[in-house]
């Protein structure tokens, strides 16, 4: 089986780029996704193929990729986005969730 | 418009099966690989078992691999779980995904408790 690390939480101010990241062996060779989820609702995906942005998603969620590391960025960071944050890879006969990271605004 | 919604949920004794039901419309169902997706209570998101477009193949976690069993029927545009053997840590809220690209459908979930 394969894992993906994500720090478990990460604090900025309103107006700041928050940076949330998530490492493993499968990014190396698979595409990264990222789901944002609120309290009481369903996953949203703002990311998929590492750096593509689903239509209706705002421009301030970016997405990159370095090696067995792939970074979600939200420039300007609004307190609207306060969520718990999820990277997702698929590898051959494997999927898996990194561990969430829960993004404070304030 | 997109709906997945899932059925079956409940609460069952450990050791207990459960069958849940995932009915889709808005999109071509086939194009689509389907996961569920569980979510224990206070606790992140975890990839349970998927299916490819056509159902010739599917895929387990570790931690349901030979407990669980996924099926779909293309014409009926419907993806079951069928749950056995199941534990206290099974409980949680499932959610059926579909997903192609871009495009990424979620259900609203269904709970299931496992618990004497």
């Known amino acids: 089986s394969y894992e993906l690390t994500q720090p478990s939480s990460v604090s900025v101010s309103p107006g700041q780029t928050a940076r949330i990241t998530c490492s493993g062996d499968?990014?190396?060779?698979?595409?990264a996704r990222w789901f944002q989820q609120k309290p009481g609702q369903v996953p949203i995906l703002l990311i998929y193929?590492?750096?593509e942005r689903p239509s209706g998603i705002p421009e301030r969620f970016s997405g990159s990729s370095s090696g067995t590391t792939v970074t979600l960025t939200i420039s300007g960071a609004q307190v609207d986005d306060e969520a718990d944050y999820y990277c997702y890879s698929a590898a051959d006969t494997y999927r898996v969730f990194g561990g969430g990271t829960k993004l404070t605004v304030l | 418009e997109v709906q997945l919604l899932e059925s079956g949920g409940g609460l069952v004794q450990p050791g207990g099966s459960l069958r849940l039901s995932c009915a889709a419309s808005g999109f071509t169902f086939s194009d689509f690989a389907m996961s569920w997706v569980r979510q224990a209570p206070g606790k992140g998101l975890e990839w349970v078992s998927a299916i490819s477009g056509s159902g010739r193949s599917t895929y387990y976690g570790d931690s349901v691999r030979g407990r669980f069993t996924i099926y779909r029927d293309n014409s009926k545009n419907t993806v079951d779980l069928q749950m056995n053997s199941l534990r206290p840590g099974d409980t949680a809220v499932y959610y059926c995904?579909?997903?192609?690209?871009?495009?990424?459908?979620w259900g609203q979930g269904t709970l299931v408790t496992v618990s004497s």
């Open positions: 193929k590492d750096t």
């Open positions: 995904a579909g997903r192609r690209d871009g495009n990424d459908y």
């Open positions: 499968v990014l190396a060779k698979k595409y």
